[in-house]
């Protein structure tokens, strides 16, 4: 049975193959290869711009994808989400020239400039706009002032729309890469262990990505404080070091809090401490 995965060309491709390559499954691709060659038997790839990918997840074409959510909710498709993996993350903003009154605009017909015509029309029609609305392809922040009233556009750090003088008066959706999958090939068993055996170790990677294994040594006495110091997944590991009434502890930490933590841990009298990555958390 033949597992039909579909990647991202652009930008974020580099950021799913890396976590692919942690999930077990290596491959290799030119600029002009759309169809590489996979290191595990029974699994085909197909590189696809990252807006086609979800109706074609949808339709039954791939098994299984990855995606920005703007695309899924601009083309409505009908597919399982089956993990946010916070890659690439973008706000579907829109704007309209900085010395504009969105207010005013609203009094009036405006042209509306975007490449994402479902998710522009849903919000101009629930905001009571009079539009008409033209598809971009490409630099939509560029129409404004002279051929756009208002554009709907993704940003990252908004620094496009600053230097084309344009102002954010409004956030329609937040949008990351998605790992999708068709309703159908859930629902066939084989399939369904495959793809859940892939989540599965996906989760653990990105787990592992989040956190570190602290591990100190420290005297009898300052045992009790260094344990109620350190944040554990279960509980704290300890052990006794070999002929000597020192003990080793360690425990599975969140990076982001590991700077404050070793200031503690040191003045908790905790010495030898390392910070050690993790590869997967299972």
């Known amino acids: 049975m033949v597992l039909r995965i579909v990647l991202p060309k652009g930008r974020i491709y580099d950021k799913v193959c890396d976590i692919l390559s942690e999930c077990g499954l290596n491959f290799s691709a030119t600029d002009r290869n759309y169809r590489p060659h996979v290191s595990r038997k029974n699994i085909e790839i197909k590189l696809l ?11 039954g074409h791939h098994d299984i994808g990855f995606a920005g959510l703007d695309w899924i909710k601009e083309q409505n498709s009908n597919v399982v989400n089956l993990l946010d993996l916070g890659f690439d993350p973008v706000k579907i903003i829109a704007a309209i020239p900085e010395n504009s009154d969105i207010e005013q605009l609203k009094n009036r017909p405006i042209v509306v400039v975007s490449e994402y015509e479902n998710l522009t029309k849903q919000f101009l029609n629930q905001n009571g706009y009079q539009f008409k609305f033209i598809r971009s392809y490409g630099a939509t922040e560029v129409f404004p002032p002279e051929d756009a009233d208002l554009i709907v556009d993704n940003t990252a750090t908004g620094a496009t729309l600053k230097a084309n003088h344009l102002k954010i ?14 309703k159908q090939a859930m629902n066939d ?16 990677v990105i787990q592992a990505r989040n956190r570190v294994l602290l591990e100190m040594n420290c005297e009898e006495i300052n045992l009790n404080q260094i344990v109620s110091i350190l944040p554990s997944m279960r509980s704290v590991t300890v052990s006794k070091l070999f002929k ?32 050690i990555p993790i590869r997967k958390v299972m």
């Not at 329609?172 to 999958?181: K, M, N, V, Y």
């Not at 068993?189 to 653990?204: A, C, F, R, T, V």
């Not at 020192?246 to 990076?255: D, T």
């Open 49 to 59: 711009k990252s807006q086609n990918i979800p109706p074609l997840v949808e339709l």
């Open 169 to 182: 008066v409004s956030t329609i959706l937040e949008s990351t890469t998605q790992f999708i999958a068709n």
């Open 189 to 204: 068993p084989n399939k369904k262990i495959q793809i859940e055996n892939i989540l599965s170790i996906m989760q653990g």
């Open 244 to 275: 000597s009434n020192w003990y080793s502890v360690k425990s599975a930490v969140l990076l982001k809090d590991v700077p404050d933590l070793i200031v503690k841990l040191n003045i908790a009298g905790a010495k030898d401490i390392l910070e």
